[in-house]
């Protein structure tokens, strides 16, 4: 029986081998679907960003011409007051024009605000795409890291499976059944050894009795409390 828990031993290291490389299969398309997700995220914010400076440009834009309008306005409004007959009339269109005048230097305030908030978020906007891009970069080299990887453990998979089925077909069925219904379980910790009177997996103390047999090594035995399989090392103090 001792050399049966050998081989199982054996065939749970290839275990670990083999889930080891099956969770990075299924964890890298999540790791790069997340960096992904959190590129896009950043792509989306700033085109947002673009999209309301492109607003505050067009509102600029929008008051300059007003504001051309209504300098022109006043132009044409000066040259008429000498030709102006009656006093009233002279009053009425001083008053127009002061109150012109008035309102552009309003709006000159407002543009010149305009600008400064343009230009200080066309700054934000210029270090947004850069991060972009220095984003984009990281993605790339993660992404061909990581395809490397999973192409090297593609390419020794199919070796570790080989070496998986020649270890099985070494062990009896009835233990190779015990052992691969305590792996559905368990897990990587499906055969360990006892230590101090216990299980070493789940640090349950064993029977006086059941501790003697497994250090005997006749016959395979499991963990009443975790099922696991156990074999003894020797004698661990």
């Known amino acids: 029986m001792q050399e049966q828990i050998k081989l199982l031993v054996e ?8 889930g080891e490389m099956q969770r990075k299969r299924e964890e890298t398309p999540r790791h790069l679907a997340g960096i992904r997700a959190g590129l896009d995220a950043m792509k989306a914010d700033s ?27 006043i132009h044409k409004s000066e ?7 009656t006093q009233k009339e002279y009053q009425a269109l001083v008053k127009e024009v002061e109150q012109g005048k008035k ?37 790339a080299k993660e992404k061909d890291i990581l395809e490397g990887e999973l192409a090297r453990i593609d390419a020794e998979f199919d070796g570790e499976k080989s070496k998986w089925d020649v270890i099985a077909k070494t062990v009896k069925p009835n233990v190779l059944k015990m052992y691969q ?23 349950m103390g064993l029977p006086p009795q059941l501790y003697n047999q497994v250090q005997k090594g006749a016959e395979m035995h499991q963990c009443p409390s975790c099922h696991r ?5 020797g004698n661990n103090g």
């Open 181 to 203: 219904k305590v792996s559905e379980r368990r897990n990587a910790t499906t055969v360990v050894p006892v230590k101090n009177g216990a299980c070493t997996g789940c640090h």
């Open 229 to 233: 399989i156990l074999y003894w090392e």
């Open 11 to 18: 065939l749970q290291k290839v275990d670990a081998v083999i």
């Open 103 to 139: 309102l552009n230097a309003s709006r000159e305030e407002d543009i010149l605000k305009l600008i400064a908030d343009v230009e200080d978020r066309e700054k934000v906007a210029s270090e947004k795409a850069e991060a972009i891009r220095v984003k984009e970069e990281e993605y």
């Open 79 to 85: 040259g008429r007051l000498k030709d102006i007959k």
């Open 47 to 73: 085109e947002q960003y673009k999209a309301e400076l492109e607003e505050l440009k067009k509102d600029r834009r929008t008051k300059e011409g007003l504001l051309q309008m209504e300098i022109e306005r």
